[in-house]
């Protein structure tokens, strides 16, 4: 029989209360906020407040505490010991700093994971894991969402009407578990629930599923399992891939809204919900997470021993500008309000190599971020930790817990920048015209993303790095970009780019169909159209859904082998591909853009465009190696907007009547302003890693 409280969660879980709407948390003339992490419970007492005060001196504006503090929290069942938490929110707030209190689920104590051993993930391998670290413990449980919810209650209740807790961050990094999925028994029963929903009957499963291929037929839900790679002699099904990522990226938004219903539910509802995603990370969809949280944050640590290679030999130390303003750009129009919730601070100890961030580096991400419309950023962390698993993870002080360190200096110079740029906001300010012109809707899928890894069909496509060729593309054209899923609205956007859409039905056609038709300007890419959303090929022939639409037709598409290049000409100059070609065949009112200059069919296009009503719709067949062709089309389809020519990643955006630029070149870069404009925060010419702000 269900306990009162089980049956309460429930319905709190089936209806849940809608996030509190308060414009005064974030308020427009603060424009952007930063803070930093704090982990008292691995600190003397007596050191507390000291360090309190050096987050202010160094011009910290809130703190974050307790993600991780389970055990502190509640050191035996139902003996929650809050007080040494209320002592650091008492002596932030003495110091002058804002609080964000944290849920500590990513990190259950040994108590209960000795008592309930069932609550732990199972890896692919059936290991059920271990006390001893942290995101062990399986989202699906019964069990443990039961304790979560009741150490979530408890610290609502005694903070939830807190006038100096300004707001709460749900578990860690919820992007996947530290073994990436759960092979639990309770996580298979929650899968197989979400199957029994979705198709109703077994009948309409195996159809969907495709069951006929290698007589994988089911005859009831109960004996289907997770798709696991280690279970089976070849790949497992595709489709039920597909429908695992679907059910987990919905389990994970499903448990942010248990515990944000709980914490509201119990006195939260003055402050402010988020939880901190994973930068480009897959497996989860913060957009399903739009009714539950208000404000929508990322983890992101720029520089960890990557080459970045587009960013010339400076890289590895500056980071990538585009997947950063990619992130911003995607999670500020959920609901218009994001941020960093974990910025890196200087050397990480994470990394296969953990180099030093370029000097200036990190006072230009905190800096991107402001030009990318954050209205939050906050460092993770504040001292470097003196034992533990993250001891070599820099923080903005260095061992002594006093002096400031590298980054934490630079983070003091990107406070102080915010309270100089604060004396010059402008409340009336106005987006430029020439500016709007250019406002493109870059639309994702995560369906998409899914259903091609399962499927590459070379292991030189890289779904990212194509995204990203498009987007380092807008940007260097300085298009204000929106990545948005294709439910929103786009008759707002006078350009629409659609990369690498594999999934598409009728619906969407008919959309991109009447937005063209309508004077907007779409962009699609190659992998476009091949399927239909089950992740099947529709009986006709290749990709012809797409047909009356691009106004050519895609007999065949090509892959080429390990380093073997093909070619691709347009406007006289060459250009290099090797993973992906689409060969086209336009029909008559369709313009080619781009041809094959080798292969079996050298003279075919690789790109075309045609006029649809009062717009246009471009596509653009061929993945290539730099992107540089891709770079070229586009600025063909933007050329009545005048766009800027901008060496890519060198980043510059409009927000709040400031221009912001931000440099993750290898090379100095000039600022496209005029010359007699005063710049406040920088130079006219830009170095590697640096910034500069003016307004016009």
């Given at each position: 029989?269900?306990?009162?409280?089980?049956?309460?969660?429930?319905?709190?879980?089936?209806?849940?209360?809608?996030?509190?709407?308060?414009?005064?948390?974030?308020?427009?003339?603060?424009?952007?906020?930063?803070?930093?992490?704090?982990?008292?419970?691995?600190?003397?007492?007596?050191?507390?407040?000291?360090?309190?005060?050096?987050?202010?001196?160094?011009?910290?504006?809130?703190?974050?505490?307790?993600?991780?503090?389970?055990?502190?929290?509640?050191?035996?069942?139902?003996?929650?010991?809050?007080?040494?938490?209320?002592?650091?929110?008492?002596?932030?707030?003495?110091?002058?700093?804002?609080?964000?209190?944290?849920?500590?689920?990513?990190?259950?104590?040994?108590?209960?994971?000795?008592?309930?051993?069932?609550?732990?993930?199972?890896?692919?391998?059936?290991?059920?894991?271990?006390?001893?670290?942290?995101?062990?413990?399986?989202?699906?449980?019964?069990?443990?969402?039961?304790?979560?919810?009741?150490?979530?209650?408890?610290?609502?209740?005694?903070?939830?009407?807190?006038?100096?807790?300004?707001?709460?961050?749900?578990?860690?990094?919820?992007?996947?578990?530290?073994?990436?999925?759960?092979?639990?028994?309770?996580?298979?029963?929650?899968?197989?629930?979400?199957?029994?929903?979705?198709?109703?009957?077994?009948?309409?499963?195996?159809?969907?599923?495709?069951?006929?291929?290698?007589?994988?037929?089911?005859?009831?839900?109960?004996?289907?399992?997770?798709?696991?790679?280690?279970?089976?002699?070849?790949?497992?099904?595709?489709?039920?891939?597909?429908?695992?990522?679907?059910?987990?990226?919905?389990?994970?938004?499903?448990?942010?809204?248990?515990?944000?219903?709980t914490l509201r539910r119990n006195g939260a509802t003055g402050q402010w919900i988020t939880t901190n995603y994973m930068a480009m990370y897959p497996n989860v969809d913060p957009t399903l997470s739009t009714k539950d949280l208000d404000l929508f944050t990322w983890t992101h640590y720029p520089v960890h021993g990557d080459l970045f290679p587009e960013n010339g030999p400076l890289g590895f130390r500056l980071g990538s500008g585009a997947v950063q303003s990619f992130m911003h750009d995607f999670m500020r129009p959920i609901n218009g309000i994001s941020g960093l919730m974990e910025l890196q601070p200087g050397q990480v100890n994470w990394g296969a190599i953990n180099p030093w961030p370029q000097p200036g580096a990190i006072h230009m991400w905190i800096l991107r971020a402001f030009g990318a419309g954050a209205?939050?950023?906050?460092?993770?962390?504040?001292?470097?930790?003196?034992?533990?698993?993250?001891?070599?993870?820099?923080?903005?002080?260095?061992?002594?817990?006093?002096?400031?360190?590298?980054?934490?200096?630079?983070?003091?110079?990107?406070?102080?920048?915010?309270?100089?740029?604060?004396?010059?906001?402008?409340?009336?300010?106005?987006?430029?015209?020439?500016?709007?012109?250019?406002?493109?809707?870059?639309?994702?899928?995560?369906?998409?993303?899914?259903?091609?890894?399962?499927?590459?069909?070379?292991?030189?496509?890289?779904?990212?790095?194509?995204?990203?060729?498009?987007?380092?593309?807008?940007?260097?054209?300085?298009?204000?970009?929106?990545?948005?899923?294709?439910?929103?609205?786009?008759?707002?956007?006078?350009?629409?780019?659609?990369?690498?859409?594999?999934?598409?039905?009728?619906?969407?056609?008919?959309?991109?169909?009447?937005?063209?038709?309508?004077?907007?300007?779409?962009?699609?890419?190659?992998?476009?159209?091949?399927?239909?959303?089950?992740?099947?090929?529709?009986?006709?022939?290749?990709?012809?859904?797409?047909?009356?639409?691009?106004?050519?037709?895609?007999?065949?598409?090509?892959?080429?082998?390990?380093?073997?290049?093909?070619?691709?000409?347009?406007?006289?100059?060459?250009?290099?591909?090797?993973?992906?070609?689409d060969v086209l065949e336009p029909e008559p009112g369709t313009t080619t853009l781009a041809t094959y200059a080798d292969q079996f069919y050298a003279g075919k296009a690789a790109a075309v465009t045609r006029k649809l009503g009062k717009g246009t719709v471009t596509y653009i067949g061929v993945d290539t190696l730099t992107g540089d062709l891709e770079l070229a089309l586009l600025r063909k389809v933007y050329a009545a907007t005048a766009p800027a020519s901008l060496k890519?990643?060198?980043?510059?955006?409009?927000?709040?009547?400031?221009?912001?630029?931000?440099?993750?070149?290898?090379?100095?870069?000039?600022?496209?302003?005029?010359?007699?404009?005063?710049?406040?925060?920088?130079?006219?010419?830009?170095?590697?890693?640096?910034?500069?702000?003016?307004?016009?």
């Open positions: 029989m269900k306990s009162v409280r089980a049956l309460v969660a429930l319905a709190l879980i089936l209806h849940p209360p809608a996030a509190v709407a308060a414009p005064d948390w974030f308020p427009h003339s603060n424009m952007m906020t930063i803070g930093v992490y704090y982990y008292p419970e691995a600190w003397p007492e007596s050191q507390w407040a000291r360090d309190m005060a050096n987050m202010k001196g160094m011009g910290m504006e809130f703190v974050h505490m307790g993600e991780f503090a389970w055990a502190f929290m509640e050191p035996e069942e139902g003996n929650f010991q809050f007080d040494w938490l209320e002592k650091n929110v008492a002596l932030a707030s003495q110091a002058g700093l804002k609080v964000v209190l944290c849920t500590p689920s990513a990190t259950p104590p040994i108590w209960l994971t000795r008592k309930h051993p069932e609550i732990l993930m199972v890896d692919a391998a059936g290991r059920r894991m271990n006390h001893g670290g942290r995101q062990q413990a399986d989202w699906s449980s019964p069990v443990y969402r039961e304790y979560v919810n009741k150490i979530d209650a408890a610290l609502a209740n005694r903070f939830g009407h807190d006038p100096r807790v300004w707001g709460w961050q749900i578990d860690n990094e919820l992007s996947h578990y530290e073994k990436e999925f759960s092979y639990s028994p309770a996580a298979t029963v929650k899968f197989r629930a979400f199957l029994r929903e979705k198709y109703g009957t077994i009948g309409r499963f195996n159809t969907d599923w495709g069951t006929a291929f290698w007589s994988m037929v089911f005859q009831n839900f109960d004996q289907i399992e997770i798709p696991n790679q280690l279970d089976h002699p070849a790949l497992p099904n595709p489709h039920a891939q597909l429908d695992f990522n679907r059910w987990f990226a919905r389990e994970a938004a499903d448990y942010l809204r248990m515990q944000a219903t209205r939050i950023v906050c460092t993770y962390r504040y001292r470097q930790p003196a034992f533990g698993n993250e001891q070599y993870h820099k923080g903005l002080v260095e061992t002594d817990g006093v002096t400031p360190s590298p980054g934490g200096r630079e983070f003091s110079e990107a406070a102080a920048d915010m309270v100089k740029l604060r004396a010059q906001y402008r409340p009336d300010a106005k987006e430029p015209a020439a500016h709007a012109k250019r406002r493109t809707a870059f639309l994702i899928n995560f369906d998409n993303r899914w259903d091609i890894e399962i499927h590459k069909q070379t292991t030189r496509w890289d779904t990212q790095a194509h995204w990203m060729k498009y987007y380092r593309a807008l940007k260097s054209m300085m298009a204000p970009v929106d990545v948005v899923t294709e439910d929103r609205d786009l008759s707002q956007y006078p350009f629409v780019v659609a990369p690498a859409y594999q999934l598409a039905d009728a619906a969407l056609i008919a959309k991109w169909t009447a937005y063209a038709r309508n004077g907007g300007h779409l962009v699609l890419t190659a992998r476009t159209g091949q399927k239909d959303r089950r992740g099947h090929f529709p009986e006709t022939l290749w990709a012809q859904q797409i047909y009356p639409l691009i106004g050519a037709r895609i007999p065949i598409y090509d892959l080429l082998p390990g380093n073997i290049e093909g070619h691709v000409t347009a406007d006289g100059v060459r250009h290099t591909w090797g993973s992906w070609a890519p990643d060198f980043l510059v955006d409009w927000r709040d009547g400031f221009w912001v630029a931000t440099n993750f070149t290898s090379t100095p870069q000039p600022i496209p302003a005029r010359p007699t404009t005063q710049l406040l925060i920088g130079t006219r010419t830009v170095p590697p890693g640096g910034v500069a702000v003016w307004q016009e």
